[in-house]
């Protein structure tokens, strides 16, 4: 449906994609309201290409939907195509665009994902239009300046470029050392609940769907109904008011607890003490220098400790910056990289939930329902059984894409590839971040109830973590015997006999075959 003026002389087509929603980004410089025109496009495409879970495409509906009418309500012209139009690509709705509205130039901030960059130049110039890409001006390092950072290192870790962008930023800075004499915290922020569970939790602050976002569930239901996924739970932050409501709730109410158990896990409780943010940051409704400021500002008025506060701001300027220059770094070819051979199909539970494994069941489901998960989540739980099972490193991909409400390209990919599967042979991890059943026996209580024992590899009741654990560490111990941080690993598999070692091998194809027939 549009909105912008039905005449030519239109001398910028501003593009607005779904994850930048911000009047403050680079491709509103210089914006004039009497000759320039806003266009966003709702287009199936970016719900198909990978089934996206309803709730994720309903959630960046909802926000762009909010952010037309916060457009249009300062007066800007907005050129806006819905799902209630035909059905068609990002480039055909602005090929649409441009033969209907004459453009002399197409503007855009640099989009979250190779894919759609690609395909706007190749339609700029089969419209015969140019195309300026400015820097997205959200993040706090450009692309440039990650090059720049690169240069001459053999390893990219996250940590020494982290303690860069403390230095560049000031941020938990006293001087030219590290606030609390330290660049992080984290042996600090390991712990995990007591039998008792965490108790009494704080609820996140709930955003009850107005007649925008019910009108855009709707839309969804009818569109996609067979997508994955579900609306029951949806209560999102859609704009820049309820996000900023969102960050001073988590400020406020669970950073204080947060660094301590931000690799915690207890079944049932989705959220804990994490904060939410990660959607409305990545769609652009809250700046992440707001939410760095905020857990900076809660430490140093004594709100929450050094440890909390740290923790998340390396999430944010540090994590988040990272993966993305690794993205730009090393895109289109890093999407092929699969340095471990891995080749298994997903197993069918991660669209459905159902296997006996209470942790990878907790998970799952709660994914399913929500279109989220935590970090540790992610990576120990859902990333380390695909990881071990030796799943296609693109398919266990194009399920983090599809699956969580905060996914665009930019964030999923590189923690997907390469932190959570090795598949880009270092380039972000040290080394697989492997482990046995023992690991989220620690960390949670998921293995209370579940029938399969963690300290056993090959029994019938054997965990299928320990189990295609040591199954991995065999299949790869030729190519990580170099790594010198697989060393205590490699040698706890030297001390197995062979007669054990094959009952492992046996035990790892039973539950191979069971979870990829």
Same mark, same amino acid.
């Given at each position: 449906?549009? #909105? ?24 509103? $410089?210089?914006?004039?309201?009497? /000759? ?63 033969? /209907? ?16 960059? &690609?395909?706007?130049?190749? =339609? ?11 820097? $997205? ?31 560049? @930023? #000031? ?80 400020? @406020? ?98 669209? =459905? #939930? ?18 989220? %998960? ?17 799943? %296609? ?22 923690? @997907? ?7 880009? #042979? ?9 482990? @046995? ?39 790869? &111990? ?38 990829? %027939?």
């Amino acid at each position: 449906m549009s #909105g912008g003026r039905d005449v030519h002389g239109c001398r910028n087509l501003v593009l607005v994609l779904g994850d930048q929603l911000t009047e403050s980004g680079a491709a509103f $410089d210089g914006f004039d309201r009497r /000759r320039d025109i806003v266009w966003m496009a709702e287009a199936d495409e970016e719900s198909i290409h990978v089934p996206s879970h309803r709730a994720r495409i309903a959630l960046f509906l909802s926000a762009m939907r909010h952010f037309r009418d916060r457009l249009r309500g300062r007066g800007l012209a907005v050129h806006y195509t819905a799902l209630d139009d035909e059905a068609q690509t990002l480039s055909g709705a602005l090929e649409a665009a441009v033969h /209907r509205l004459g453009p002399e130039r197409l503007v855009v901030a640099e989009p979250g994902e190779w894919r759609v960059l &690609e395909a706007l130049r190749r =339609t700029a110039d089969r419209l015969d239009r140019p195309l300026e890409v400015r820097p $997205d001006t959200r993040f706090l390092c450009s692309a440039e300046q990650f090059a720049a950072h690169a240069v001459g290192r053999k390893q990219l870790r996250m940590e020494y470029f982290y303690r860069e962008m403390r230095r560049r @930023t #000031g941020m938990l800075m006293e001087g030219k050392k590290p606030a609390g004499g330290r660049w992080n915290f984290d042996a600090e922020n390991r712990g995990a609940f007591g039998r008792e569970g965490p108790g009494p939790l704080p609820a996140p602050v709930s955003f009850e769907p107005d007649k925008v976002t019910r009108g855009v569930i709707q839309d969804v239901r009818r569109r996609f109904p067979d997508n994955p996924g579900g609306f029951d739970r949806f209560d999102w932050p859609v704009n820049g008011e309820q996000a900023r409501a969102a960050l001073e709730d988590f400020i @406020t109410n669970r950073l204080p607890f947060f660094g301590r158990y931000q690799d915690a896990i207890w079944l049932g409780e989705p959220w804990l003490y994490h904060s939410r943010l990660s959607a409305a940051m990545n769609l652009g409704l809250l700046d992440p220098r707001e939410a760095i400021a905020a857990a900076e500002r809660a430490w140093g008025e004594g709100r929450a400790p050094i440890a909390s506060a740290e923790g998340f701001i390396r999430q944010v300027l540090g994590w988040r910056e990272y993966v993305r220059g690794i993205y730009w770094r090393f895109m289109p070819e890093y999407l092929e990289r699969n340095a471990l051979g891995a080749e298994a199909p997903l197993p069918a539970c991660y669209w =459905t #939930g159902e296997t006996e494994m209470a942790c990878l069941a907790d998970a799952l489901k709660q994914t399913l329902a929500y279109g989220y %998960a935590h970090h540790i989540q992610r990576l120990m739980v859902t990333g380390l059984f695909a990881l071990l099972l030796g799943v %296609a490193p693109r398919e266990v991909h194009r399920w983090y894409l599809a699956i969580y409400v905060d996914a665009v390209e930019w964030v999923e990919l590189p923690n @997907t590839l390469g932190m959570s599967q090795y598949a880009d #042979g270092g380039v972000m991890a040290s080394k697989p971040y492997v482990a @046995t059943g023992a690991y989220i026996r620690r960390m949670s209580n998921a293995c209370r109830g579940c029938r399969f024992d963690p300290g056993d590899a090959a029994g019938p009741d054997a965990c299928p973590y320990t189990t295609l654990y040591w199954d991995f560490l065999m299949r790869h &111990e030729k190519r990580l015997a170099g790594n010198p941080r697989m060393g205590l690993q490699l040698r706890n598999l030297g001390r197995k006999d062979t007669a054990e070692g094959k009952a492992i091998r046996r035990r790892a194809a039973r539950v191979r075959s069971t979870l990829t %027939a």
